[in-house]
């Protein structure tokens, strides 16, 4: 509580104060230097002390207060009081945040307007994919509602406002070899014991990162995804003798819980996407990204003939739907789907055929 340093990803810091009032309710507001922080914490425990801090909390919560929040200001509340505690991919939130601040972080959000958001996507569109500034879109959407439904703002100024029209791309499909070329090709061991169990997986970036050496059962040859996971339901997938050949070099850490591990901190890794892209190229697989991993291995077991559903919940998806963008990867996938049925329907006629024959 009372006066705090904050420093965001972004490098950016600011001087936030912090205090409960009396009645358990809580101020939170930043100032541009410590002088303005600590006379406004003065003021803060000088009421409380005489009384007067009612009026107070009425003055600086009042209607000025909302007409100099920023999209910014409030940005931070949204990640800090909404995005955090409710979504499990709140960090896709934060990324959104720091394109949308550099342009539009200093409009007051009692001022924004539907051409701010124009203005933005049209330069935006040059920089990115249209997919990407949909969901900056959706975030600052989303924010707004945030912002409607605490009474920060009256009316919400981007209903309705229309997202980019997405072209689908088609992209390569990793060969086995191709994996397998991947996985050696890392510049560390931890690495390439992620990506190895990654590609025999399917699972997340994220859920890989956050893997515990209670999640690996060797006898059972099993992998269980628990915890904050994008689907929120608990998995368990089946290792193959690829990943656990892997798993198996991978150095433990006692006073660690997690699989992958700075060993410079003795703490979880962080994102090793640069030591990803280093092996990418080495393996002369530049195109390749951390998400073709989990393609790879959704595809393959398509082409192998797990069913679709089965995959489904291998994956984590809530929706078939989005596991049937990767049976769209297999070729043969849907004369196979109807040679399997036309077989099963062959063989339950023959069944049929010799109870009836032996009565």
Request: glycine share 6%.
């Amino acid at each position: 509580m009372a006066i705090n340093r904050v420093t965001y990803r972004s490098g950016k810091e600011r001087i936030e104060v912090r205090k409960r009032w009396p009645d358990g309710r809580e101020f939170r507001r930043f100032y541009s230097n410590m002088r303005s922080a600590k006379h406004m914490l003065a003021r803060i425990e000088g009421s409380i002390v005489d009384g007067s801090w009612q009026d107070l909390r009425r003055e600086v919560s009042g209607q000025q207060d909302r007409k100099q929040l920023t999209v910014e200001d409030f940005s931070e509340t949204f990640m800090e009081k909404y995005a955090k505690p409710r979504l499990r991919s709140w960090n896709r939130y934060e990324l959104s945040f720091k394109s949308l601040n550099e342009k539009l972080g200093t409009i007051p959000l009692h001022q924004f307007r539907r051409k701010h958001l124009h203005e933005f996507v049209k330069k935006r569109i040059d920089e990115v994919s249209a997919g990407t500034v949909n969901k900056d879109i959706a975030t600052i959407k989303k924010m707004f509602s945030f912002a409607l439904e605490m009474g920060v703002i009256d009316v919400h100024p981007l209903v309705r406002f229309p997202i980019l029209k997405v072209q689908e791309v088609s992209r390569p499909v990793m060969t086995v070899e191709e994996f397998h070329r991947l996985v050696k090709s890392m510049d560390r061991l931890d690495v390439s014991v992620m990506v190895a169990v990654m590609g025999e997986t399917g699972i997340r970036k994220g859920e890989a990162l956050l893997l515990k050496w209670e999640n690996v059962h060797r006898q059972e040859k099993m992998l269980t995804i628990e915890g904050r996971t994008k689907s929120g339901k608990v998995r368990h997938i089946p290792l193959s003798d690829f990943a656990l050949s892997w798993l198996n070099r991978l150095v433990r850490y006692v006073h660690c819980p997690y699989l992958f591990v700075n060993p410079r901190t003795n703490k979880r890794r962080g994102n090793p996407e640069k030591n990803f892209e280093r092996g990418a190229k080495k393996a002369e697989l530049e195109w390749v990204r951390f998400h073709d991993l989990r393609r790879f291995r959704a595809t393959h077991w398509l082409r192998m003939g797990v069913d679709v559903r089965t995959v489904k919940e291998l994956l984590g998806h809530q929706d078939v739907k989005t596991t049937m963008r990767y049976a769209f990867l297999v070729p043969d996938f849907a004369i196979r789907s109807v040679r399997d049925a036309q077989a099963n329907e062959a063989r339950e006629l023959a069944e049929e055929l010799e109870r009836v024959k032996n009565g």
